[in-house]
């Protein structure tokens, strides 16, 4: 296994906590959209725990962008083939594109089904729509389609930590450890 350079530590610590989040906002999401809770009170409860952490996914992200403008990731193998980093590149920017949007069109989409958001039910957040339920389903038709999309690129930023580990060696899991 080669050496190589590893992330800025304020970089591997908000990636790690985006790990964290992401396993808990995903499954949330998952249970209120597939299993929805009989119990109204406990269902609502899910909704504002998943969308407040939604809220500060967004904010951590946005914390990632400017930490990575200031500490850029460290460089690929010199051997990494082209077709391999312009997947790693395009793989990064979709997810953060997506953890950036996610956040903003679950939130737009609560607010036309006509619930207003308040941070962990204590913090009101002021609502930029009113009801609209034709917009709302676009919204939340939407918001399934990231979702899905968040998870395939989380299989495809997984199956590469695979390859770089298992199959090229290249030490490359090691840059955010």
């Not at 460290?74 to 996610?102: C, E, F, Q, T």
């Not at 002021?126 to 676009?138: C, I, T």
């Amino acid at each position: 296994m080669k050496p190589v350079s590893r992330y800025a530590a304020s970089s591997r610590w908000l990636h790690w906590l985006t790990v964290l989040l992401l396993l808990v906002i995903l499954p949330l999401g998952v249970w209120i959209g597939f299993f929805e809770p009989a119990d109204e009170t406990f269902k609502l409860r899910l909704y504002n725990v998943h969308e407040s952490l939604g809220v500060l996914m967004f904010v951590l992200v946005l914390i990632r962008i400017v930490n990575r403008r200031l500490n850029p990731p460290p460089p690929l193998p010199a051997d990494m083939p082209a077709w391999m980093r312009s997947v790693a590149r395009a793989n990064h920017i979709g997810l953060y594109a997506l953890l950036v949007l996610m956040p903003m069109i679950g939130f737009l989409a609560t607010n036309a089904w006509g619930f207003p958001l308040s941070l962990f039910n204590v913090l009101p957040i002021p609502a930029p729509l009113g009801k609209d339920e034709a917009l709302a389903k676009v919204l939340s038709f939407l918001h399934l389609c990231g979702a899905i999309a968040i998870g395939l690129m989380i299989l495809g930023h997984l199956a590469g930590v695979v390859h770089h580990t298992f199959i090229r060696r290249d030490g490359l899991l090691g840059r955010m450890l």
